[in-house]
């Protein structure tokens, strides 16, 4: 079973077995038609679990020839301009050389003594984006799984440093207050429309969801400031303590970014932390023509940014950023078989120093290939690109008969739903958004997504693909109306 174990005597092998792999994707790529075959789960199912995983192939090449079965010719490709449904992105090729290379090299990003280069180069990456951002020569951060970890890390930061401040302000004036009875009194103010790992990161970090105050949004769906003021205010006159103001900077449903310099302003006046989501947002960053619309960004204390939604990343590939690296203490631990005091003190750079993770992927040499072969701003301007397409899209949904559409887009997402040209109870309306989008993912033609805004259900169109043209949108339009019509006339046929 040696000859498995890659090494300096295996190194044909692994070329041989690497590029058949690759090979067979490239011709699934270059054959595929549509984002998805249409297959179900029931049908699938059987296939791979009918496999005896005790019955091993043998070789490589017996092995993929089996993985065509079962993952390559059902896989949903998100490269296909017709795929339109999560925040997933196609991939740039200097990302997946880079995939390649720390696949194979094996790095763990947590202690020097297993990641010489790997380290200063995420560290870099790491200021890069900080410089992006507008912070200043003290921000630090560390790349994550994806948006949620980032989210719960910088919460974690924002929990203990609140504490901190609390507990030390208490101190002053002769009162010992406890951890303990503090964290009940914590709260965390974000959107209605923001990311659900908030909440989740709340509930993880003993604060309990009851902890996170929904503000509501404008018709916009951006955060309601003067809401959030008064909330912020009832707060402290509750005798509670705003731990953190989380705004996000592209939400999941409609790309709309928060009033982040009002924010900025009111926490501060409560000394409370401003986490910025940017997770889907990010883009704009390096975007040549839009990086003001994340003016304000720079006074947060902490950002998440997602590499793998609008830089290009194959997954996982994010970070949370701060703009005060020593907050990031909070996150420390030295363990002595790993990142003993001793090499802090001897300036021996450990990322697990700064990170919950302790075993992390190189993920960062995916976004250092891309920026070394295509620069930043060629990267932005794909980013521009889905921006772009995402404003033609409004349009043509806008002026299609069939189709409500709820606001114009700041980002890349369409969020809509059909309308029958007659009168339909409000029950059956809903149902029918939901059976045109399962339809339509049956029948692997396309891809969409679905949501809720004011409790009814809506479709929403995810743009992320510089491939994708408004004559693609307005043929899944087509497909859509087609598959909420049939349903319609069947369903009021019954009930007549």
């Known amino acids: 079973m040696r000859q498995h174990l890659l090494n300096e005597t295996t190194a044909d092998l692994y070329r041989r077995s690497v590029t058949e792999g690759v090979d067979r994707v490239a011709a699934k790529l270059a054959t595929t038609e549509r984002p998805h075959t249409g297959i179900s789960v029931d049908e699938l199912a059987p296939v791979i679990n009918g496999i005896d995983l005790d019955a091993p192939l043998g070789d490589a090449s017996a092995a993929l020839a089996e993985l065509e079965d079962v993952y390559l010719r059902d896989a949903v490709y998100f490269h296909h301009p017709r795929y339109l449904g ?172 928060d009033p982040l310099p009002e924010i900025a302003r009111l926490t501060a006046e409560h000394s409370a932390w401003m986490h910025v989501d940017a997770a889907y947002g990010c883009g704009l960053l390096i975007s040549p023509t839009r990086r003001h619309l994340l003016d304000g960004i720079e006074q947060a ?38 990142n003993p005091r001793r090499m802090a003190e001897e ?35 794909l980013f521009d690109q889905v921006v772009d397409l995402a404003a033609a899209g409004w349009e043509v949904i806008d002026a299609d008969p069939r189709f409500e559409v709820v606001v114009k887009p700041q980002i890349s997402t369409l969020v809509f739903r059909y309308l029958p040209g007659e009168e339909v109870p409000a029950d059956h309306l809903d149902e029918a958004q939901l059976h045109a989008r399962k339809a339509l993912f049956a029948s692997g033609e396309a891809v969409v997504a679905g949501t809720k805004v004011d409790g009814r259900q809506y479709l929403k169109f995810t743009l992320l693909n510089p491939q994708t043209t408004t004559a693609d949108i307005a043929a899944v339009l087509d497909l859509l109306a087609a598959h909420a019509e049939q349903f319609l006339g069947e369903s009021l046929a019954v009930h007549h």
């Open 347 to 381: 300036r021996i750079p450990n990322q697990v120093d700064k990170s919950i993770q302790t075993t992390r992927r190189f993920d960062a040499l995916k976004l250092w290939m891309t920026l070394r072969v295509m620069g930043a701003d060629g990267l932005g301007s």
């Open 301 to 338: 204390n902490s950002v998440t940014v997602d590499y793998h939604k609008s830089f290009f990343q194959p997954v996982s590939s994010s970070a949370m950023l701060v703009r005060d690296r020593d907050t990031l203490k909070h996150a420390t631990y030295h363990a002595d078989y790993l």
């Open 86 to 257: 999560h925040l997933n992105c196609p991939v740039v090729i200097p990302a997946v050389v880079g995939e390649a290379v720390l696949s194979a090299v094996n790095s763990s990003l947590d202690t020097w003594d297993q990641s010489i280069g790997g380290t200063l180069i995420e560290r870099r990456l790491i200021e890069w984006t900080a410089g992006r951002i507008g912070f200043g020569e003290g921000a630090d951060g560390i790349f994550t799984s994806g948006g949620s970890q980032s989210n719960f890390h910088a919460l974690l930061l924002a929990r203990d440093e609140a504490c901190r401040i609390v507990m030390q302000r208490a101190q002053e004036v002769g009162i010992g207050l406890t951890k303990a009875e503090l964290l009940p009194k914590l709260r965390i103010f974000t959107s209605e429309a923001s990311h659900f790992s908030v909440k989740k990161s709340a509930a993880m970090l003993g604060l309990g969801y009851e902890a996170v105050i929904s503000v509501p949004v404008d018709r916009n769906r951006r955060m309601d400031t003067s809401v959030l003021a008064l909330e912020l205010e009832n707060c402290a006159s509750e005798g509670l303590f705003p731990m953190a103001v989380v705004a996000t900077a592209g939400t999941t449903d409609f790309g709309s970014i």
